[in-house]
């Protein structure tokens, strides 16, 4: 049996299916050279949880590493140029390398945990050295020190006795490119005290992989990055000397 000859109007409409079916098909072509690199995931791909890791305190030596998500994380694997550091408390990893670097060179982080990774790397900082630090009759410390290098900030820290086996202090935050700092009359800072004071070099570090950055660190402790310091000599003081 014969198929129906087409009009006019049925062959006009089958061309322009076709013309849409020829569209159609290079618009896939082209988005399949774009690569996977491209695509977006689908809701139905399962992202990793992302980990909140910092440095509490990191140095050439001594690591802490904190992580987090949603709680406090304790069966994490972190390492710190491939050493692994134990876990202490309440996500604390905390241990020293055996093999302590030097100020210039790299110090990487890894963290590993449910599937998630987090890796970061940074510079440990140049030893900052603490030339002067006198008290006023009104209170202020005022702090000077010397460094070859700027780091990415400096901390002018002041620790005393709050009585037996009891320690106390506060610190405050100066740019990389500061020498001096006088900590202000007050606040904090108690009076009639002897006081320690010193000077820490602190380098961010970049972080990345699995990682949500902390707006602000569960428990107060510390600043998000890695947090890579040194510290410099003390110098002690008291009222009246």
């Known amino acids: 049996m014969r198929p129906p000859l087409l009009s006019g109007r049925g062959v006009a409409r089958t061309a322009k299916l076709g013309a849409l079916a020829a569209t159609l098909v290079s618009l896939l072509a082209a988005a ?3 690569g996977p690199a491209h695509r977006s995931a689908g809701p139905g791909v399962q992202r990793r949880p992302a ?28 390492k710190v140029n491939g050493e692994i550091i134990p876990h202490l408390r309440s996500g604390t990893y905390q241990g020293a390398l055996a093999n302590p670097l030097e100020p210039g060179q790299s110090i990487s982080l890894e963290v590993t945990s449910g599937g998630s990774r987090v890796e970061g790397t940074g510079a440990v900082p140049e030893r ?33 006795s709050c009585g037996q086996n009891c ?10 490119s500061a020498r001096s700092f006088t900590i202000p009359a007050g606040g904090k800072i108690p009076s009639g005290k002897e006081m320690k ?3 820490m070099a602190y380098n961010n570090g970049t972080i990345g992989g699995d990682y949500a950055p902390p707006r602000s660190p569960p428990g107060g402790k510390g600043f998000s990055g890695m947090n890579i310091r040194a510290q410099s000599n003390s110098i002690t003081l008291a009222q009246g000397r």
């Open 51 to 78: 980990l909140q890791v910092w440095g509490c305190a990191m140095s050439a030596v001594h690591q802490n590493v904190c992580v987090h998500r949603d709680d406090w994380v304790a069966d994490a694997v972190v």
């Open 128 to 160: 900052p050295v603490l030339a002067g630090a006198t008290l006023s009759a009104s209170g202020e410390i005022a702090a000077t020190w010397t460094s070859s290098t700027n780091p990415d900030r400096f901390k002018v820290a002041v620790q005393w």
């Open 197 to 199: 004071v010193s000077v």
């Open 32 to 34: 399949a050279a774009c």
């Open 167 to 176: 320690g106390a202090g506060t610190d405050f935050d100066t740019p990389g």
